[in-house]
Structure formats: structure tokens, C-alpha cells
């Protein structure tokens, strides 16, 4: 089992930053990343990474997400500049390894 602790989200104006992190319990080996769903809406894909850096992103975010990983912490992170009204979303770290396992989610909630 892989427990998966976010933090970071929070409220922020439009064109702000904020930096989301997920900490795994234990060593991660495999892809991680983050998706988001607003109500009403499905959850998509924001960005994601593999153990060994190679990055994938929706885009919607591409150029203003940046996800990054540190393996020694078993934490990954989600720079997100220039943020939109748009991005307002739960946001949810997910770890692949046989199988999904997801954190509680963040909110992130941008205002115009």
C-alpha cells in the first residue's frame, strides 16, 4: 500500500503561482502526476512523470506547469504559474505501480 499526501492549494488571483507537492510512504518506482476535476466536469489529465524525468502535460497547461520529482524524498510537484480562472479544480496526485493509488486532493481555486 502507498498512502499519498498533498498540499499547497489554496486560493489565488488570476496570473498568480501556486506550488502543489505529494509525498509518498514509501519509495516510488514508477509514473506520478497530478490530475484535476471540477464539479461537473471529468477528471483529466494535468501532468505527469516517469521515474526517470520524462514529463507529459495537457494542453491546457503546457509552458505555465512545470512537474518536477525528487525520488530521494519520494515527493512530486506541481509549479503552476500564470494561473486561470480556468485551473480552479480539485487537483489529485495519483502513483502508478500495478495499480492506481490517489491522494485526497487539494482545491485550487483561482479568482479573476
Known amino acids: 500500500q502507498v498512502q499519498l499526501v498533498e498540499s499547497g492549494g489554496g486560493l489565488v488571483q488570476a496570473g498568480g503561482s501556486l506550488r502543489l507537492s505529494c509525498a509518498a510512504s514509501r519509495s516510488i518506482f514508477s509514473v506520478m502526476g497530478w490530475y484535476r476535476q471540477d464539479p461537473g466536469k471529468q477528471r483529466e489529465l494535468v501532468a505527469d512523470i516517469t521515474n526517470r524525468g520524462t514529463t507529459n502535460y495537457a494542453d491546457s497547461v503546457k509552458g505555465r506547469f512545470t512537474i518536477s520529482r525528487d525520488n530521494a524524498k519520494n515527493t512530486v510537484y506541481l509549479q503552476m504559474n500564470s494561473l486561470k480562472p480556468e485551473d480552479t479544480a480539485v487537483y489529485y496526485c495519483?502513483?502508478?505501480?500495478?495499480?492506481?493509488?490517489w491522494g485526497q486532493g487539494t482545491q485550487v481555486t483561482v479568482s479573476s
Open positions: 495519483y502513483y502508478r505501480f500495478v495499480r492506481d493509488y
